[in-house]
């Protein structure tokens, strides 16, 4: 299996849309956004706010562009050709939420690296261990959406479901624009999202409160939902493969 | 060795496995929607064979092999590899294959993906060995989605024989090669051949399967037409040609040993036999050989003759 996921991961290192999506683009919004003063606060904080929200954004790139790999995969033959190898499928499903899971460590390393190497971002260090503890595992709900996508879904359906579910999170949840900034009614909305919760955990954290139970409860309910999604997603795959 | 599948399976089946056979499938039954794509299917092939499944388009070859592969489970019936259930084998590394289509994904090199699936594999072929065997030396470090057809075919000939299976199952594994590339492919597959690998490939095309092979199972409309050597299905099947020149009275030619039809062309008579020289025997007796010429059939005669009388499946028939 730690070959199955090593091939996927220089695979996934080679895929344009991953190095854009996920890598790329979070930089140099969070570096423009930043430098344009477009977060609440003076110049640190909003550097440590928009440095958490594109950290964020920057994962559900890579945990979305895992899942559009998943029908890609399949359109390409290569789930049945791994069904045909000595590995069980359990272990290609466990690899892929694997890949997930690595995949998205750049994304966020990326940003707090800008953060504190361009914007001179400071934070104690059991902040920097919780935040990028949260960041990264909170990614699983994603990535159990993005998989959902991927098995239920044909190759070109898949990346631009994905894509757009990608970006409605990251803008309706305050990635890109903080909520504060919203009407009101997009606020409430944006508090039901994933992303927002997801964002909120670290964003609390940033600047010295603890997550809220709302946060949690939510993030752990829309986890509980996609879980549902992707495991539906795969049965199905698995009776048409 | 010949014989017709049975129109309709048996409604009751005492499942046999032997461990020495390599691929068994039992009375094994495929519908897609109205359509019976495989028909009550019994195959049998020992360890050690190199068979042909022979068929036209739609025949069932690929229902078949998705069958006994267990990527596609049957609606009745059974399939086993070496005794076990097809998952079973495919994890204990016994088998490679190479479906129809597929199985290549883009941004690896060609070196990278034979290593990680070899790697699946307990005890796989060293990979110079397998890129020789699969003619790809000089393109260990090509992009896999940057390969030609025919390389893109033997990269995944290679992906089949690179755990070094006993069994190797290949769904038309030339289709798509040009002339010079299917011949190089068949000098890779006697390579295995005389390692004591069973090998399982369909095909469409006739010579192949005449020429590379132990035995060909014949398939249409899902169910195995006939089963043998090419030789024995040529001489059950099609009718080996035995032309005479005779003035005369000829139609006592008709009754001789062997003849099951005669066409008179002028003073020219062609016999049709199913035992030639039974035939050429008793011309020779009666001191009829003038002019004597003897055609055999080729495949191709006997894959028409026996695939075009059998009628489609489909549930309507049966009920
Ligand atoms: N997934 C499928 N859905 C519907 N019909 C199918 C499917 N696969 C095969 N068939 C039908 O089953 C029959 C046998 O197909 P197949 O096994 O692919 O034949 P072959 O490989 O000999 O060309 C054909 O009539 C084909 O159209
Ligand atoms: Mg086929």
Redesign the interface.
Known sequence: ML??V??EL??TM??GGYVIFGIVMPVVMYLLFTNLGLAPGDRHDAAIYTMVSMAAYGALGSAFNNGTGIA??RA???L??L??????PAQVVAGKVLIGAVSVVPSIAAVLLSGVLVNHVTLAPQQWLAIVALLWAGTVPFSLLGLGNGYRLSGQTAAMANLATMLTLSIVGGLWVPVQNFPSWLKVIAEWTPSNNYAGLSWRIAFGDPPTIHQIVLLLGWMLVFAVYAVYGYRRAGRR? | MIYSGPRHPPTFVFVTTNTSDAVSLTSATKHFGPVRAVDGLTLTIPRGQTVALLGPNGAGKSTTIAML???LPPDSGHAALFGLEPEQA????M???M?Q????????TVR??L???A????APLPLDQVLTLARIEDLRDRRVDRLSGGQAQRVRFA?AVC?DPDLIVLDEPTAALDVAARREFWESMRGLASRGKTILFSTHYLDEADEHTDRVIVLGHGRVIADGTSAEIKQATALTTVSVTAEGECSWLATLPGVRHMEVKGTRVHLRSGDSDATVMALARAGAVRDLEVVPADLEDAFVALTTDAAPATDKESV
């Open positions: 070959g199955y090593r091939l220089i695979r080679r895929d890609e995969d390409a033959g290569w049945r050709q069904r045909l190898t000595p590995l069980a493969a | 592969l267990g990527l495919v994890r204990q590394g088998v490679g294959a479906p289509e597929g199985g290549l994904i883009p941004r690896v990278e993906l290593t990680f699936v790697g699946t594999y307990s992906m755990g």
